[in-house]
């Protein structure tokens, strides 16, 4: 093949195997089957085997990893990463919801989502280019994972605009992962991971790229925290603009209207969790209006406009492992 007919048939094949990477990890909707995929990946791989000048960042072959890094440098993060003040009990919640009220003059609405049981995360895109992820650390500093980061098939290396943001949320790993994964570590006689959480973290610490890669971790993004041009007036907006741009974002988030609605959304979920894919520890309920989170601010660690609360630790939790998860 000369390198004009490569340079083009590349760049064709990037696109296509980027969009059904982008169907498959992010919308949960392949639209072609793995066989399809796998023959033009294997195509590009040749391709870019007998010209590696044509291999590009955001090439699908780079997301198998490779690099063995000598320890994680550390971020500062611009904008802090703040944790949330829990609530354990309707009573608390409805207090939260009165001093919010007492605080702004007015009943509010209310963004809830899931609380999903991972490790939060901190992505950093230039002119729509991936080019930093970070963990939470303290809030204030974290460690650059951006290599393992590159590995998680659900974060896009290129955004659908060349827009340069910075969005946080969650990395985890699927409940069906985490069970293959102890099966695995089991009949290998290494220590198994006590929870997803735990897996999902100690595979972002592995200083070898190619382990992250092989973890099927996912994300689910849910806070713009530097919004560059784009122009959100409510969290619901920012959730739904974070998904126009390619992000994966967990489609559970609802608007409530009142605090009786926030814990209907609570009450359902608190039965049905056991029959998610993944693990979630609460609910995240937040001032949906910008406007009126700024009004309401932060207190040193926390904001005054959300708060999460936590479902009791399940004694009698279905165990993973009893349940069918193929
Ligand atoms: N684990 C979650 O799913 C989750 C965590 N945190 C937040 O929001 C915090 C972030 C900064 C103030 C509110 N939302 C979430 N969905």
């Known amino acids: 093949m000369t390198f004009q007919a490569a340079e083009s048939r590349s760049a064709e094949l990037r696109a296509e195997l980027n969009q059904y990477a982008h169907e498959y990890y992010v919308q949960d909707q392949p639209s072609v ?57 309707k009573e608390e919640l409805i207090t939260f919801d009165e001093r919010v009220k007492k605080a702004v003059g007015h ?91 735990n897996a999902a973290a100690g595979s972002l610490r592995q200083l070898d790229t190619r382990i992250a890669a092989k973890r099927n971790l996912s994300t689910f993004l849910y806070t713009l925290a530097d919004f560059g041009p784009l122009e959100s007036t409510t969290q619901d907006h920012a959730l739904n603009e974070m998904a126009r741009l390619g992000f994966r974002t967990n489609p559970e988030h609802r608007v409530c209207e009142t605090i009786e609605e926030v814990w209907e959304y609570i009450e359902n979920f608190h ?25 309401l601010g932060f207190t040193v660690k926390a904001p005054r406009w959300a708060t999460a609360y936590k479902f009791p630790p399940e004694e009698a939790q279905t165990t993973l492992l009893d349940i069918d998860w193929t």
């Open 33 to 89: 089957e793995d066989f399809v995929y796998d023959k033009k990946y294997q195509e590009l791989v040749e391709i870019e085997t007998e010209y590696p000048d044509l291999i590009t960042p955001e090439s699908p072959t780079q997301r198998v990893g490779g690099k063995v890094l000598e320890g994680f440098e550390k971020v500062v993060h611009d904008i802090p990463l703040y944790s949330l003040n829990d609530v354990f009990s």
């Open 107 to 197: 009943p509010v609405s209310y963004c809830v989502e899931l609380k999903i049981d991972g490790l939060s995360i901190s992505l950093k895109y230039e002119n729509g280019v991936f080019v930093q992820g970070a963990t939470r650390g303290d809030g204030s500093v974290g460690e650059n994972i951006t290599e393992n980061l590159k590995t998680v098939k659900s974060i896009p290396i290129r955004l659908k605009e060349p827009l340069s943001i910075e969005v946080r949320g969650e990395c985890y790993m699927p409940k069906s992962s985490f069970v293959k994964l102890n099966q695995q570590r089991e009949e290998e006689g290494k220590e198994v991971f006590a929870n997803p959480r």
């Open 271 to 295: 039965e049905t969790r056991d029959q998610l894919p993944y693990e979630i520890d609460g609910i995240v309920i937040k001032v949906n209006e910008f406007s009126l989170q700024d009004d």
